[in-house]
């Protein structure tokens, strides 16, 4: 899925007005039933329907029933809509008293829920976010997950490096998933017809004896029981309580 937008791109102290102050009120004019939170929620529920490339202000104007021009008096542009957008769906969901209080958990819980995330909102792929406007709902989720894994031992800017790494991973899995459920729909093919209409083709190549280690492995290699999110993950999670007992052992 291609970056069709980015976040921070248009007037980054009007958007955090909207997030964090009362910035809600319009200038002037207000429509009866209008409000911030319907139009973010309008505009996230089109994105999740047709891709973030089908929002536009005036898109959003005749879903809304309203006129382009009464948008303006809540929001500038559509840069800072999308702000407000990626604020609202990374929310921190659940009960966050629940939140584990083990740092492994906690990860656990931070990458599940993120893929969650980007099932639920797959625009999100499209989304370049190297420069996050920090709403609430970021900042939020962030002191939520520091909790928990504070008491690693790891330096402040390796926690730090630690939610990317896993962040990057989830995102790579869930545009693999996203991106194999869209090929579904729009080729009408399922994954057994897919692999089906290649199977003869493939068959007279793994004969050929070319391919040695690709003909002699198993049946079950490539088929969709095994869990490759939670491998990974648990690779990843595997590899940080190394570091963290070697850190243990050092203080100690």
Excluded: C
Aim: proline residues 5%; hydrophobic residues 40%.
């Amino acid at each position: 899925m291609a970056t069709t937008e980015t976040s921070g791109s248009g007037d980054i102290t009007r958007s955090l007005e909207l997030m964090w102050g009362s910035g809600e009120r319009p200038t002037r004019g207000p429509k009866p039933g209008l409000t911030l939170e319907r139009i973010v929620t309008t505009a996230v529920r089109l994105a999740d329907a047709e891709g973030i490339a089908a929002v536009s202000m005036r898109r959003l104007s005749t879903e809304l029933g309203t006129g382009t021009m009464s948008l303006y008096r809540y929001v500038p542009g559509k840069a800072e809509l999308l702000d407000l957008m990626l604020n609202h769906v990374q929310a921190p969901g659940g009960d966050s008293a629940a939140f584990p209080d083990h740092w492994r958990a906690a990860l656990e819980t931070f990458a599940r829920g993120t893929l969650e995330q980007y099932r639920e909102h797959p625009w999100l792929l499209q989304v370049n976010q190297a420069r996050p406007v920090l709403g609430p709902s970021v900042v939020e989720g962030l002191e939520l997950v520091l909790s928990p894994i504070k008491p690693m031992g790891l330096r402040d800017v390796e926690l730090i490096s630690v939610l990317i790494m896993v962040e990057g991973y989830v995102a790579g899995v869930a545009r693999t998933q996203v991106q194999a459920a869209q090929a579904a729909e729009e080729s009408k093919l399922t994954d057994e017809a897919f692999w089906d209409a290649q199977r003869p083709v493939l068959e007279r190549i793994m004969e050929s004896g070319k391919y040695p280690l690709i003909a002699g492995l198993s049946e079950d290699s490539f088929g969709s029981e095994f869990d490759h999110f939670e491998f990974g993950l648990a690779r990843i999670l595997d590899g940080l309580e190394v570091l963290v007992e070697q850190r243990t052992r050092a203080a100690r």
